[in-house]
Nanobody, 113 residues
Framework: QVQFVESGGGLVQPGGSLRLSCAASGSIFCIYFMGWYRQAPGKQRQLVAAITGDGNTNYADSVKGRFTISRDNAKNTVYLRMNSLKPEDTAVYYC???????WGQGTQVTVSS
């Protein structure tokens, strides 16, 4: 089972940007679906962006136009570029190819002035 390690989070002011990285322990070439999820305090984990093996993407309405998901199969890494960040984007961000598989530690994103 491929495992994922998230990084790139931090504290950023409203309107700022971050790029999250999701490094896989093995090849993601044959993994069709990859998703970025987030969980805010007191809320359920939700899917915010997804990408398929042929490059199709899908986004939650709350992040559409601000977040961009991409994947580099050669580097076994999936990225999430986040622009125009808002306080409501504050959460722990996770990546996974299967929401029923074990989760990594995630990376904390805090948007605050």
């Amino acid at each position: 089972q491929v495992q994922f390690v998230e990084s790139g989070g931090g504290l950023v002011q409203p309107g700022g940007s971050l790029r999250l990285s999701c490094a896989a322990s093995g090849s993601i070439f044959c993994i069709y679906f990859m998703g970025w999820y987030r969980q805010a305090p007191g809320k359920q984990r939700q899917l915010v962006a997804a990408i398929t093996g042929d490059g199709n993407t899908n986004y939650a309405d709350s992040v559409k136009g601000r977040f961009t998901i991409s994947r580099d199969n050669a580097k076994n890494t999936v990225y999430l570029r986040m622009n125009s960040l808002k306080p409501e984007d504050t959460a722990v961000y996770y990546c996974n190819n299967n929401p029923f598989a074990p989760w990594g530690q995630g990376t904390q994103v805090t948007v605050s002035s």
